[in-house]
């Protein structure tokens, strides 16, 4: 899976990234579970879902998937 994220405020700001090297914000990687902070929880339920060039939204951010 592909995915390309832009930032909703500095539109130059895009950043591609795949499964295996998607920001650890994102994913999880340096959280305890449960925690506020996170996101597993999003990256499994809502981002690993989407099908080629759907898209979900963050706060900052519009993640689309790609490929």
């Known amino acids: ?3 390309s ?5 500095f539109k130059d700001k895009v950043e591609n990234f795949s499964e295996s090297d998607a920001p650890d914000w994102l994913t999880g990687a340096n959280t305890v579970p449960g925690s506020t902070m996170d996101n597993r929880w999003f990256w499994k339920d809502h981002v690993l879902t989407l099908q080629v060039g759907q898209s979900i939204e963050t706060d900052f951010r519009t ?4 490929a």
């Open 63 to 66: 993640i689309t998937r790609i």
């Open 5 to 9: 994220m832009r930032h909703k405020f």
């Open 1 to 3: 899976m592909q995915f």
